[in-house]
């Protein structure tokens, strides 16, 4: 019965010292919330804020192989970036909070958009991409009631384009925070922003916008860009512009006001800017870029981290039309999805799905072929 005992108590104690071993954490201590923390090369002061009911709270890191340092008031702590390594460690804030914090590596948006550049050419039986005639009643109502084509003025097709995004971006405040009006095409979104003193997402802006490029009879799709991530919480939606002139597609974001340019002064399409944000080529962003023509939008932010995680993948309606994401019972809303070949969810390539709530019924084409979504116009 000792023998006994004695076993279950060496044994106790042989389990609590290992779980002691692995929930042991290197400790630094504080008296201030707020700590510095320099990453390579960059010492950012100031600018990390102890939470300590995180746990963990997580800094990540894309400097492979340099060193993170934690500096608080009265200590500090560092590790070395490995891709496969998590480094944990307690702050404790005023000898009595702990606050439980975690180093590890991520890359940033642009390297996994480089680790995207892969498509291939399989095609899939998608329907050809349509654009709705300047003919269409509702179009030509539109055109006449905004005085369009005084808008966009008598300059060259590409001065139009830009003339009537400037327009929109003008006319209509961006408002990611809200939803978008229950009918959604530029007359109703219009008067509704008019009325409501309100304004609307990019998904909004951009739909208004597509409709006036078809009420000139200037092809248009809107685009939403989106991360990887399967699931998420933020995407950007732009117009993608077809330039008869230059014979080619065109990047337009009435959101904040901006084009792109490659080192030569010409104008890129999504493809284009997605290619050489993954080559390391020069992109260059309109000097009068803006939000709400209140903050100047910055090509570092924009391009290389904003749209480098949004330009991972892409989906637009299959018609390019007047009022087409307005819900009625019966309705049949297309869309066309490209997906690199690293991407989540592949399959299956075509589904369709009906709501009953609205009795619309959604059919999506998935496609590894960038030449089938960004396809010209016929």
Not at 16 to 25: A, H, V
Not at 144 to 149: C, P, Q, S, V, Y
Not at 177 to 202: F, Q
């Amino acid at each position: 019965m000792k023998r006994k005992i004695l076993l279950n108590l060496f044994l106790m104690f042989v389990i609590s010292s290992s779980l002691k071993s692995q929930t042991e954490l290197p400790i630094i201590r504080s008296k201030t919330d707020v700590i510095d923390i320099r990453d390579g090369n960059e010492l950012t002061e100031g600018n990390w804020s102890l939470v300590p009911e995180a746990k963990p709270d997580i800094y990540t890191s894309n400097k492979i192989g340099e060193f993170v340092t934690f500096y608080t008031d009265i200590d500090s702590i560092r590790y070395r970036i490995h891709p496969d390594s998590v480094y944990n460690f307690v702050i404790l804030l005023n000898g009595k909070d702990s606050a439980y914090t975690q180093i590890k590596y991520a890359p940033t948006y642009l390297d996994v958009l480089k680790g995207a550049k892969d498509y291939n050419s399989d095609k899939i039986n998608i329907p050809l991409f349509s654009y709705q005639d300047s003919s269409d009643i509702n179009l030509r109502t539109l055109r006449t009631e905004f005085k369009l084509d005084s808008i966009a003025g008598g300059g060259n097709e590409v001065s139009k384009i830009l003339n009537l995004m400037h327009w929109i971006h003008d006319l209509i405040p961006h408002d990611g925070n809200h939803e978008n009006p229950v009918v959604k095409n530029a007359m109703s979104l219009i008067s509704e922003c008019k009325k409501e003193e309100r304004g609307l997402n990019c998904r909004g802006l951009a739909t208004v916008l597509n409709e006036c490029y078809l009420a000139l009879g200037i092809k248009s799709r809107f685009v939403t860009c989106m991360p990887k991530d399967s699931i998420f919480n933020d995407c950007h939606v732009i117009n993608m512009v077809f330039s008869e002139e230059l014979n080619k597609w065109i990047w337009v974001d009435p959101t904040n006001d901006a084009y792109i340019l490659d080192e030569k002064g010409q104008l890129l399409g999504l493809m284009e800017v997605r290619e050489k944000l993954v080559n390391g080529e020069t992109v260059i962003l309109n000097p009068d870029a803006n939000w709400n023509n209140k903050a100047s939008i910055l090509k570092e932010y924009y391009l290389f981290e904003y749209m480098a995680k949004n330009l991972y993948r892409f989906s637009c309606p299959l018609k390019s039309e007047y009022d087409y994401e307005t819900n009625e019972k019966g309705k049949i809303r297309e869309y066309v999805e490209l997906i690199p070949l690293d991407g989540y969810n592949q399959t299956p390539k075509i589904s369709e799905k009906t709501y009953k709530e609205s009795g619309v019924t959604f059919k999506t084409y998935k496609t590894n072929n960038p030449n089938q979504f960004w396809a010209e116009p016929n």
